[in-house]
């Protein structure tokens, strides 16, 4: 079994019954009592971040996680397909592990899924997108001295806001996290 002195960042640990992994950590020394391990938590299932404190040596379990590639094919009615990059055997993965992510995903876009066992722990999928612009407002040449956005609707459907010189078939890369408008990519 381990213990806290086995921590290190990165490290996928089970508290609470749900997968966590270790943000940070730091081990202190009191000049009276105990020492302990003050540190971050991430739950991979539902995304929150909490503080928490372990004893020095108290027992932890790690969760040995295997990471694969996938390949995104389509989405159907609450699940994306996906195909393993090494083996070809296609999988059925619930949208709500997603998120907002699924509005900017297009097909061949490749994706991690980390997994306990045949459990699905969390997907990662990449952090940009890149994507055509197919509708919005005309363009106008010399207008990028303000911060002004308008929207525009991507050619996977999702409505982003844009400067105001995007135009049509302009391709722009995305953050998929924030689903923000970062810049336009040159042809």
Same mark, same amino acid.
């Given at each position: 079994?381990?213990? #806290?002195?086995?921590? =290190?960042?990165? /490290?996928?640990?089970?508290?609470?019954?749900?997968?966590?992994?270790?943000?940070?950590?730091?081990?202190?020394?009191?000049?009276? *009592?105990?020492?302990?391990? =003050?540190?971050?938590?991430? @739950?991979? !299932?539902?995304?929150?971040?909490?503080? @928490? %404190?372990? =004893?020095?040596?108290?027992?932890?379990?790690?969760?040995? $996680?295997?990471?694969?590639?996938? &390949?995104? /094919?389509?989405?159907? $009615?609450? +699940?994306?397909?996906?195909?393993? @990059?090494?083996?070809?055997? &296609?999988?059925?993965?619930?949208?709500?592990?997603?998120?907002?992510?699924?509005?900017?995903?297009? *097909?061949?876009?490749?994706?991690?899924?980390?997994?306990?066992?045949?459990?699905?722990? +969390?997907?990662?999928?990449?952090?940009?997108?890149? /994507? !055509?612009?197919?509708? %919005?407002?005309? *363009?106008?040449?010399?207008? #990028?001295?303000?911060? %002004?956005? !308008?929207?525009?609707?991507?050619? #996977? *459907?999702? +409505?982003? @806001?844009?400067? /105001?010189?995007?135009?049509?078939?302009?391709?722009?890369?995305?953050?998929? =996290?924030?689903?923000?408008?970062?810049?336009?990519?040159?042809?």
């Amino acid at each position: 079994m381990a213990d #806290t002195s086995d921590f =290190r960042n990165g /490290l996928i640990i089970r508290f609470k019954n749900d997968p966590f992994i270790i943000v940070e950590f730091q081990h202190v020394k009191p000049g009276k *009592g105990g020492a302990f391990v =003050r540190s971050t938590l991430k @739950n991979l !299932k539902t995304g929150k971040v909490l503080d @928490n %404190t372990f =004893r020095s040596g108290e027992s932890i379990e790690i969760i040995r $996680v295997e990471r694969k590639k996938f &390949q995104y /094919l389509y989405s159907e $009615v609450d +699940t994306l397909v996906l195909m393993d @990059n090494e083996t070809y055997e &296609q999988i059925n993965v619930p949208a709500s592990f997603f998120g907002d992510a699924v509005d900017y995903l297009k *097909g061949s876009e490749e994706i991690e899924i980390l997994f306990d066992g045949d459990e699905i722990i +969390t997907v990662e999928p990449p952090i940009f997108a890149y /994507l !055509k612009v197919i509708e %919005t407002e005309p *363009g106008f040449r010399g207008n #990028t001295a303000t911060n %002004t956005f !308008k929207p525009a609707k991507m050619e #996977t *459907g999702a +409505t982003v @806001n844009v400067p /105001l010189f995007i135009d049509v078939d302009d391709v722009i890369k995305i953050d998929i =996290r924030t689903g923000e408008y970062v810049e336009r990519v040159k042809s």
